[in-house]
């Protein structure tokens, strides 16, 4: 009873599996039966498609030296799949080529600037210079004649001052003793001296009075006339007494020199 029951079963199981192997045979002869009518192309099943390969990247190129080079630069790019590309030309001026160097000449030495030429000398008179008149302490009776040269070039003193004070018709004579032994020459800005002796200390001279008003003439080179225009000193507020000892010195170059003579 056993046995029998054993061959059924395997008759049982050996029936299941040859209707799972036909059915199986028909189901595959139908699929290639429909493939063939689509297209007459073979298409196998559940075939897993090739995994795309990432590209390798690339090493960035170093980058290109810079030059200090002036130009323009155009490009044109066209795309194909899903990589894009840019080509382009750079066009630029050309550096100028460096001249090659050059031995430079010794320049001439400039010459050394010179000084203006002296100023030609004139004859002092009174346009062209300052008269201060200023009474004397010591000697006693004594006036100081102080001639400035104002003009821009030297200038000339010759022989003494003709003064005439008021309305005197004459000038009165140099004392010769005070004659120096050269021309008095003024450098502008420069001062030159005479001393005027007004009246007798012991009041022995006659005709003594006061005046108020003073006159400096100037002679030229003979000593004889008189040149330019005449200065006019300030006086003392008083006037100055003046009799018939009056007499004056040759210009001098220092105060001292025309205080003594």
Same mark, same amino acid.
């Given at each position: 009873?056993?046995?029998?029951?054993?061959?059924?079963?395997?008759?049982?199981?050996?029936?299941? *599996?040859?209707?799972?192997?036909?059915?199986?045979?028909?189901?595959?002869?139908?699929?290639?039966?429909? *493939?063939?009518?689509?297209?007459?192309?073979?298409?196998?099943?559940?075939?897993?498609?090739?995994?795309?390969?990432?590209?390798?990247?690339?090493?960035?190129?170093?980058?290109? *030296?810079?030059?200090?080079?002036?130009?323009?630069?155009?490009?044109?790019?066209?795309?194909?799949?899903?990589?894009?590309?840019?080509?382009?030309?750079?066009?630029?001026?050309?550096?100028?080529?460096?001249?090659?160097?050059?031995?430079?000449?010794?320049?001439?030495?400039?010459?050394?600037?010179?000084?203006?030429?002296?100023?030609?000398?004139?004859?002092?008179?009174?346009?062209?210079?300052?008269?201060?008149?200023?009474?004397?302490?010591?000697?006693?009776?004594?006036?100081?004649?102080?001639?400035?040269?104002?003009?821009?070039?030297?200038?000339?003193?010759?022989?003494?001052?003709?003064?005439?004070?008021?309305?005197?018709? =004459?000038?009165?004579?140099?004392?010769?003793? =005070?004659?120096?032994?050269?021309?008095?020459?003024?450098?502008?800005?420069?001062?030159?001296?005479?001393?005027?002796?007004? =009246?007798?200390?012991?009041? =022995?001279?006659?005709?003594?009075?006061?005046?108020?008003?003073?006159?400096?003439?100037?002679?030229?080179?003979?000593?004889?006339?008189?040149?330019?225009?005449?200065?006019?000193?300030?006086?003392?507020?008083?006037?100055?007494?003046?009799?018939?000892?009056?007499?004056?010195?040759?210009?001098?170059?220092?105060?001292?020199?025309?205080?003594?003579?």
């Amino acid at each position: 009873m056993s046995g029998i029951r054993t061959a059924r079963t395997a008759r049982t199981r050996l029936l299941t *599996a040859a209707a799972s192997v036909a059915i199986a045979a028909l189901t595959l002869s139908a699929c290639n039966d429909d *493939a063939a009518d689509a297209g007459g192309r073979t298409t196998t099943a559940n075939t897993p498609a090739p995994a795309a390969t990432a590209p390798a990247t690339a090493a960035p190129a170093p980058a290109p *030296a810079t030059t200090e080079t002036t130009g323009t630069s155009t490009g044109t790019g066209t795309s194909t799949g899903t990589s894009t590309g840019t080509t382009g030309t750079t066009t630029g001026a050309k550096p100028a080529p460096v001249p090659a160097p050059t031995t430079a000449k010794p320049t001439a030495k400039a010459p050394a600037p010179q000084p203006p030429a002296a100023a030609k000398a004139v004859t002092c008179e009174g346009s062209t210079t300052k008269t201060v008149a200023a009474p004397l302490a010591r000697p006693l009776n004594h006036l100081l004649l102080t001639v400035t040269n104002t003009g821009s070039a030297p200038c000339h003193l010759y022989g003494y001052p003709a003064v005439r004070f008021g309305e005197a018709q =004459s000038v009165p004579p140099v004392i010769e003793d =005070s004659k120096p032994q050269a021309v008095v020459t003024l450098m502008p800005g420069q001062a030159g001296y005479a001393a005027v002796n007004l =009246s007798a200390t012991d009041g =022995s001279a006659a005709h003594g009075h006061t005046e108020t008003t003073l006159t400096v003439y100037f002679h030229g080179p003979s000593g004889n006339e008189s040149v330019g225009t005449g200065s006019n000193p300030a006086m003392p507020p008083k006037g100055l007494y003046i009799d018939d000892s009056l007499k004056v010195t040759y210009w001098q170059q220092t105060m001292d020199d025309a205080v003594a003579g």
